[in-house]
């Protein structure tokens, strides 16, 4: 018998998680933390989730047929993720394990992959903690990829996020077109900032760090009006 899950107000990450590589949509990245925000503090285990077809059709503005849910689906079924380990290597995982579509009740059902349970079950350092609100109205991919790396333990404790330009792209996997600073500044880091100081619950300010003229490291400061219960 399946147990009744319901929506908490906080996502709980491992901060490997959010730190990844990988390329996905804003519609994917909040289909898969509406399935995490209903992982309970003590499961030992992951359920069966629950998302309404209503929740995807809100972010892509459009009514969805069963053709085009099949096919995001699909498609987020074929976004594996990359974290790298410890002895030098990399592992590759997948999200879902299964997402199945229910006409009759206008929702999906899907079930997180077992192997990410050491990622997102019993929790208690290295963690990245927000509001599921939070991210609802960002509207990029990168907007909501910053929000989640400046929400790791490590970020909170020191009060600051720092990383090297290759670095944040390669997590990223911009496009070739983002790979000069400028348009990465421009298109991905600037348009980030104010996203995330308009809609995040805290406020950032971005230095560039320059090895001569050229800009190879930025350094994120963060103010939090208050810590996550």
């Not at 079930?111 to 997102?120: G, N, S």
Request: hydrophobic residues 35%; glycine residues 4%.
């Amino acid at each position: 018998m399946e147990k009744k899950v319901t929506n908490r107000k906080v996502i709980k990450q491992s901060n490997q998680l959010s730190t990844a590589k990988y390329k996905l949509s804003s519609t994917e990245m909040k289909f898969i933390a509406l399935a995490i925000a209903q992982i309970r503090m003590e499961d030992e285990d992951f359920n069966t989730y629950t998302i309404k077809v209503s929740d995807i059709e809100s972010q892509l503005g459009t009514e969805q047929n069963e053709t085009r849910l099949k096919k995001f689906a699909k498609g987020l079924m074929s976004k594996p993720f990359e974290i790298p380990m410890d002895h030098g290597g990399w592992r590759v995982y997948n999200w879902f394990s299964m997402i199945e579509y229910i006409p009759s009740e206008a929702q999906f059902k899907c079930r997180i992959d077992d192997t990410l349970k050491p990622h997102l079950l019993k929790l208690v350092s290295h963690f990245t903690k927000y509001e599921l609100t939070s991210i609802a109205k960002m509207n990029s991919v990168y907007d909501i990829r910053f929000f989640q790396m400046l929400n790791t333990s490590e970020c909170k404790m020191r009060g600051y996020f720092k990383a090297r330009v290759v670095d944040l792209q390669e997590v990223l996997q911009v496009p070739k077109s983002l790979l000069r600073y400028d348009n990465f500044k421009r298109k991905v880091l600037e348009v980030a900032v104010k996203e995330i100081n308009e809609k995040g619950g805290i406020k950032v300010n971005m230095q560039e760090i320059k090895e001569g003229k050229k800009v190879t490291e930025i350094r994120i400061e963060i103010s939090r009006q208050g810590e996550l219960f």
